[in-house]
């Protein structure tokens, strides 16, 4: 990368905090897998834990806001710290379930800052040629401390499973370090609001009434987002089916879970989100969705595959197989998911944009697990595997056609380009 003095200095400090946040990250992969073999959480409980972490996201959009608002968002990062990291050290008192899940409440809903205010930071401080680059290169420092993380506790698990307490307070101390190298991050930011107070009316229904504009306003965000939110919705029901198959039909301890989901399914983002993130920032965002939507189709395909060799000694590799290719089209998902809205937001400001994008990750939330629980319960977990494939594919078609829908606009499209998006227009009328 060539990078100015800014550039350089950000990226020093996004470096240390990749380091430092890679433990909570990690902690999110596998927070699920404790809480069911640790605390015998049963399928219910399983399904509202794995809703914290995308249902948090719904306050997104009013951290937006007061990040429009803020010229500084420093202290937006120590509040995370305080408020949604150091309560990690009291696991080292948790007994049941109830207590596990307040914890994990906490944790997630203060992290749902983080996200906007780490675009403000890339749109601020880094060029656009330099921006997915850039934070594959982060994804990939995290992406090494969530393998670490997740070998060593899956070993220390296996040994004894009441050590999850000592480890997530070790992860809180770890996350407020994190933070606090954010907020060492001076940015120039040039697009904000200059009001510094707001009212309760603007803070409670403004978020809500500039969610509804920028939607209007740029209708290409807005079919994005369509397209994600149904992505969104595939990778949520398989969230609930994933503890249970692997617990309780595969039989597999902390050491072969933390394996497949904590380790092999980060390897794709480890090596290839420095390249994910190259050719991002030579993309269109809707043409590297589909091509990302399409590839994650294999991942619930080959978990459909793999139950029906269960009892066979090698079952497990093609679980293991699964999990990689779906870190390898996450590598490119997690560029994505985090930096797409840049590209929209054009010269706004981004707080609102990633707000909103993250805030939809949480109303899908209000109901996909809850779908992916029902379709386990009333059909199976099979079942669950077949609708994840069907509904990537679908995300996959619409990205595709929103990619040349945009060129169609600025008369970029060759003349097999625009045999599918005639084609692709009679099978979605839709826009």
Do not use: C
């Amino acid at each position: 990368m060539k990078l100015n003095r800014l550039e350089k200095q950000t990226f020093l400090l996004l470096l240390g905090a990749a380091i430092f946040n890679g433990f909570v990250t990690g902690s999110f992969q596998v927070q699920d897998i404790i809480a069911k073999k640790a605390l015998h959480a049963l399928d219910w409980q399983i399904t509202i834990l794995v809703m914290l972490w995308p249902v948090s996201n719904l306050i997104s959009i009013w951290w937006g806001k007061l990040l429009e608002h803020s010229q500084s968002i420093s202290r937006f990062f120590i509040l995370t710290a305080v408020m949604g990291r150091l309560p990690l050290l009291l696991m080292l008192f948790v007994s049941g379930f109830n207590q596990y899940l307040l914890i994990m409440a906490l944790l997630f809903s203060f992290n749902a800052l983080i996200s906007p205010a780490q675009n403000t930071i890339y749109q601020s401080n880094f060029q656009k040629k330099n921006r997915g680059l850039a934070f594959g290169y982060i994804a990939s420092v995290t992406t090494l401390i969530i393998l670490v993380f997740s070998f060593v506790s899956g070993r220390l698990l296996d040994m004894n499973e009441n050590w999850f307490r000592q480890i997530f307070g070790i992860v809180g101390i770890m996350g407020v370090i994190g933070a606090v190298f954010f907020a060492v991050i001076r940015i120039r930011k040039t697009r904000f609001h200059d009001k510094a107070f707001l009212s309760i009316r603007e803070l409670f229904i403004s978020p809500v009434r500039r969610s509804f504009e920028v939607l209007h306003k740029n209708r290409y965000f807005a079919y994005f987002e369509r397209n994600f939110f149904i992505y969104g919705i595939a990778y949520m029901i398989l969230l609930p089916a994933i503890p249970k198959y692997l617990v309780e039909y595969l039989k597999m301890d902390y050491s072969e879970t933390f394996l497949a989901k904590g380790i092999i399914s980060q390897v794709g983002i480890l090596l290839l989100a420095p390249l994910a993130g190259k050719i991002f920032d030579r993309k269109n965002p809707a043409y590297f969705s589909f091509l990302t939507y399409a590839s994650l189709t294999l991942y619930p395909v080959l978990l459909l595959l793999s139950s029906f060799f269960i009892g066979y000694a090698k079952v497990n590799y093609i679980v293991y197989f699964a999990f990689l290719l779906f870190g390898i089209s996450m590598s490119a998902i997690f560029i994505s998911w985090n930096i797409s809205s840049i590209f929209f937001a054009n010269e706004e400001d981004v707080s609102m944009y990633q707000g909103l994008h993250v805030t939809l990750t949480g109303l899908r939330a209000l109901f996909a697990p809850f779908l992916g629980y029902l379709i386990m319960r009333l059909l199976s977990v099979q079942a669950v595997f077949v609708f994840a494939a069907i509904l990537f594919l679908l995300a996959s078609a619409l990205s595709y056609k929103l990619y040349l829908h945009m060129m169609y606009e600025e008369m970029k499209l060759n003349s097999r380009e625009v045999k599918h998006f005639i084609y692709l227009r009679k099978i979605f009328p839709f826009n």
